[in-house]
């Protein structure tokens, strides 16, 4: 069975940093394309980041130079999704998740929601003013 399981999310005050983790499971996810999403209350959920299997990041415009997303190399065990987020604002609160995705064609993958195949539950980052 996949799962994927964030975690690192949390109350940080602006300007600060915290560092998501997504622990996948269930397959070989090495040949998979992850990328993080997240969704702040009464928006639709957005793209903040993704890492295609051969390790090229992608990056929206709002996080591009404060977000760093990074893979792990070797067996599936290993193969954890990291997402660096550095001088953070109140806007980027929202529930962050990570995802997977198999076969997404160029179309989709990393931006739209709908190349991704497998979703973890999420984990809440907060950020004070």
């Known amino acids: 069975q996949v799962q994927l399981v964030e975690s690192g999310g949390g109350l940080v005050q602006a300007g600060g940093s915290l560092r998501l983790s997504c622990e996948p499971s269930g397959r070989t996810f090495t040949t998979f394309g992850m990328g993080w999403f997240r969704q702040a209350p009464g928006k639709q959920r957005e793209f903040v980041a993704a890492?295609?299997?051969?390790?090229?990041?992608?990056?929206?415009d709002s996080v591009k130079g404060r977000f760093t997303i990074s893979r792990g190399n070797g067996d599936n065990a290993k193969n954890t999704v990291w997402l660096q987020m550095d001088t953070l604002n109140p806007d980027d609160s929202a529930v962050y998740y990570c995802?997977?995705?198999?076969?997404?064609?160029?179309?989709?993958?990393?931006?739209?929601?709908?190349?991704?195949?497998?979703w973890g539950q999420g984990t809440q980052v907060t950020v004070s003013s």
């Open positions: 995802a997977a995705a198999q076969y997404a064609p160029s179309t989709l993958f990393p931006h739209s929601d709908r190349g991704y195949d497998w």
């Open positions: 890492i295609s299997w051969d390790g090229r990041p992608y990056y929206a």
